[in-house]
Nanobody, 116 residues
Framework: QVQLVESGGGLVQAGGSLSLSCVGFGRTFSTYAMGWFRQAPGKEREFLGATIKSGSSTYYADSVKGRFTISRDNAKKTVYLQMNSLKPEDTAVYYC?????????WGQGTQVTVSS
């Protein structure tokens, strides 16, 4: 089992950047694939991207490809989401997820608000 805590959200102007972190509490963080999602008010939760256990491969949704970058540091039990060229439509609560062998764990989310 792993517990996840996101941080780094806040208010940023359009065109700006923000970096989110997700720390995993548990001995087995490095055995989980990690993903980032977001949910805007009135909308379904949206997949943004994911990284495999080693962090050597990452995958992105078309909506954020080229603007968002996922990385992880297993020694620090942390996965990151670097967000550049932010747009007002990126406003949402951002979540990280850990997945392994059919088990999934979610963080509590962190709010990102992009002003125009």
């Amino acid at each position: 089992q792993v517990q996840l805590v996101e941080s780094g959200g806040g208010l940023v102007q359009a065109g700006g950047s923000l970096s989110l972190s997700c720390v995993g509490f548990g001995r087995t963080f490095s055995t989980y694939a990690m993903g980032w999602f977001r949910q805007a008010p009135g909308k379904e939760r949206e997949f943004l991207g994911a990284t495999i256990k080693s962090g050597s491969s990452t995958y992105y949704a078309d909506s954020v490809k080229g603007r968002f970058t996922i990385s992880r540091d297993n020694a620090k039990k942390t996965v990151y989401l670097q967000m550049n060229s932010l747009k007002p439509e990126d406003t949402a609560v951002y979540y990280c997820k850990a997945a392994r062998l059919g088990n999934e764990y979610w963080g509590q989310g962190t709010q990102v608000t992009v002003s125009s």
